[in-house]
């Protein structure tokens, strides 16, 4: 089993920043491919970014492509999510995510690949 604890969501002004962390314990050799998703009130989750090991393939939606950026750190067992240029339409809950399998890019953007989620942590763009 894995586990996943996000954590660094709240409140910002638009065009600020935020980094979101992921804790990743348990099996974390388990966790081969990690993603972020996120869902807005009164909408279905859709996926954010997602990245194959700590320098494998990186996909991103293109909602955020160019503002966001992932990364891992295998010492620390701890994915991140850095976030800037923010908008209010990135206003959501944000999940992260992991696969035990070593996704390709066009396998990371559907949810049913990923075994293990997170609880969330909430991310307010708001002036």
């Known amino acids: 089993q894995v586990q996943l604890v996000e954590s660094g969501g709240g409140l910002v002004q638009p065009g600020g920043s935020l980094r979101l962390s992921c804790a990743v314990s348990?099996?974390?050799?388990?966790?081969?491919?990690m993603a972020w998703f996120r869902q807005a009130p009164g909408k279905e989750r859709e996926f954010v970014v997602a990245?194959?090991?700590?320098?494998?393939?990186?996909s991103y939606a293109s909602a955020v492509k160019g503002r966001f950026t992932i990364s891992r750190d295998s010492a620390k067992n701890t994915v991140y999510l850095q976030m800037n240029s923010l908008k209010s339409e990135d206003t959501a809950v944000y999940y992260c995510?992991?696969?035990?399998?070593?996704?390709?890019?066009?396998?990371?953007?559907?949810?049913?690949?990923?075994?293990?989620w997170g609880q969330g942590t909430q991310v307010t763009v708001s002036s």
């Open positions: 990245k194959r090991g700590s320098y494998g393939s990186t």
């Open positions: 348990g099996r974390t050799d388990s966790a081969s491919t």
């Open positions: 995510a992991a696969s035990r399998g070593n996704l390709i890019v066009s396998e990371m953007a559907r949810i049913a690949n990923y075994d293990y």
